[in-house]
T-cell receptor, first 116, second 113 residues
Framework: DSGVTQTPKHLITATGQRVTLRCSPR?????VYWYQQSLDQGLQFLIH???????AKGNILERFSAQQFPDLHSELNLSSLELGDSALYFC???????????????FGPGTRLTVT | AQSVTQPDIHITVSEGASLELRCNYS??????LFWYVQSPGQGLQLLLK??????LVQGIKGFEAEFKRSQSSFNLRKPSVHWSDAAEYFC???????????FGTGTRLLVSP
């Protein structure tokens, strides 16, 4: 158990809908990362938040957004869902080292999103 | 841009035999390297990491990896594989500029009796 929790574990929804995935980082970790894992794209970085602020964006679609709240949990919002958005979505967290995000990331169990 | 190559998509090893999974990286600066394991339906578990110092690093579950700068490699090894090691293994490099992990495509390990 990494200490990172994600809810829900599974989500089935229809095209065009909107969903919210939730992540709670390990106790004390300030960084939250979101990754998407799909068969064709592999593991892709989406976005990084550090202590409530967006730090980096990766291959995140405009239909997707995220935020990190004062209690450090994070939510990933996916809207206007398409069949191709079906994937495993992972959240990871890391601590700090020398005032910067630590390099080690600890992953949650993931949310499997199925868009029908 | 950074990249990680895992040339073997699948590897089958007999239980009790040794294992080596290959990983090559492309990164201009000092690489921070990781191996993660993903069991079916599970998240990614950190096996080991290399930041600096001794080029042979020990991890959990009896795994080790050797960093070879001259070959841009960070191969994962285990002297004796157990059936429970069957999983997918991912090599990753940390991009300090974007503060993100860049993953390889993974190697699926099958363990035969």
């Amino acid at each position: 158990d990494s200490g990172v929790t994600q809810t829900p574990k599974h989500l089935i929804t229809a095209t065009g809908q909107r969903v919210t995935l939730r992540c709670s980082p390990r106790s004390g970790d300030l960084s939250v990362y979101w990754y998407q894992q799909s068969l064709d794209q592999g593991l892709q970085f989406l976005i990084h938040y550090y202590n409530g602020e967006e730090r980096a964006k990766g291959n995140i679609l405009e239909r997707f957004s995220a935020q990190q709240f004062p209690d450090l949990h994070s939510e990933l919002n996916l809207s206007s869902l398409e069949l191709g958005d079906s994937a495993l979505y992972f959240c990871a967290s890391s601590g700090t080292s020398g005032g910067l995000p630590s390099y080690e990331q600890y992953f949650g169990p993931g949310t499997r999103l199925t868009v029908t | 841009a950074q990249s990680v190559t895992q040339p073997d998509i699948h590897i089958t090893v007999s239980e009790g035999a040794s294992l080596e999974l290959r990983c090559n990286y492309s990164y201009g600066a000092t690489p921070y390297l990781f191996w993660y394991v993903q069991s079916p339906g599970q998240g990614l578990q950190l096996l080991l990491k290399y930041f600096s110092g001794d080029t042979l690093v020990q991890g959990i579950k009896g795994f080790e990896a050797e960093f070879k700068r001259s070959q841009s490699s960070f191969n994962l090894r285990k002297p004796s594989v157990h059936w429970s090691d069957a999983a997918e293994y991912f090599c990753a490099v940390y991009n300090t500029g974007f503060q993100k992990l860049v993953f390889g495509t993974g190697t699926r390990l099958l363990v035969s009796p």
